[in-house]
């Protein structure tokens, strides 16, 4: 790849849960998520909905990190979650289960509520995706979860979400809204590291350029 280095300054982190210190304790000791203060920050009333959704809203809290950024008014994320649903994003299966985040319903939907451009990618190379960022493109993209551990082996690509906000001649910087701290916010990883987490899909967000704050460091 040979583009310059181009990284969005100041977009926000949000984790999926409440608290970015309550990650670990959740993911590694399995403690209950309403046992951080902060459960209730995103919109959240009743505890079991909470702990239902919680760990499957990686691609809301992307969206709620690239709209603040912009500066886009939005609802808080238990209100977000109810849109999404209405609009198809995600489906509840018979078995009790999710399928989600749905590219195309949610970029139609994301289109429709805050005037982004949304590009659904099913398949393109982690490289044609860090390329694309630009001034006024963010990008959504599906890696493992366990990219949290980038230096230990994983045994899986796909099956979560998380937001490209820069990108070198070499690799990416992302948010990683169920990461572990050093590898939380504003991550950075080489392609050939990054690439065996990810599963060859993703999305690009784009706003207007006259509408974007200017929080790019070149």
């Not at 046992?35 to 992307?62: I, Q």
């Not at 990190?65 to 977000?80: E, F, Q």
């Not at 990054?194 to 974007?212: D, E, H, K, P, V």
Request: with cysteine; aromatic share 10%; proline share 7%.
């Amino acid at each position: 790849m040979n583009q310059p280095i181009l990284r969005h300054a100041g977009v926000p982190y949000y984790t999926q849960w409440g608290s970015p210190e309550w990650v670990g304790p959740i993911v590694e000791q399995h403690r209950d998520p309403c046992d951080d203060p902060e459960w209730r920050r995103s919109g959240f009333m009743n505890p079991e909905r909470y702990r239902f959704w919680a760990k499957r809203l990686c691609g809301l809290t992307c969206l709620e990190s690239a709209l603040d950024y912009w500066r886009i008014g939005h609802a808080p994320r238990a209100v977000l979650l109810d849109e999404a649903l209405r609009h198809g994003a995600y489906r509840m299966r018979e078995d009790g289960g999710v399928d989600g985040l749905i590219y195309r319903p949610f970029a139609d939907w994301v289109a429709g509520a805050f005037g982004l451009q949304v590009d659904v990618l099913p398949q393109a190379l982690l490289e044609e995706m860090a390329a694309r960022l630009n001034a006024d493109t963010l990008a959504i993209v599906s890696v493992s979860p366990e990219i949290r551990y980038p230096d230990r082996p994983n045994r899986r690509q796909g099956g979560h979400l998380v937001l490209l906000h820069g990108r070198d001649r070499d690799g990416v910087w992302f948010h990683n809204p169920s990461g572990i701290a050093p590898h939380q916010a504003d991550v950075y990883l080489p392609f050939e590291t990054m690439t065996r987490f990810y599963a060859g899909r993703g999305m690009t967000l784009s706003i207007a350029s006259q509408a974007r704050s200017d929080g790019i460091v070149r």
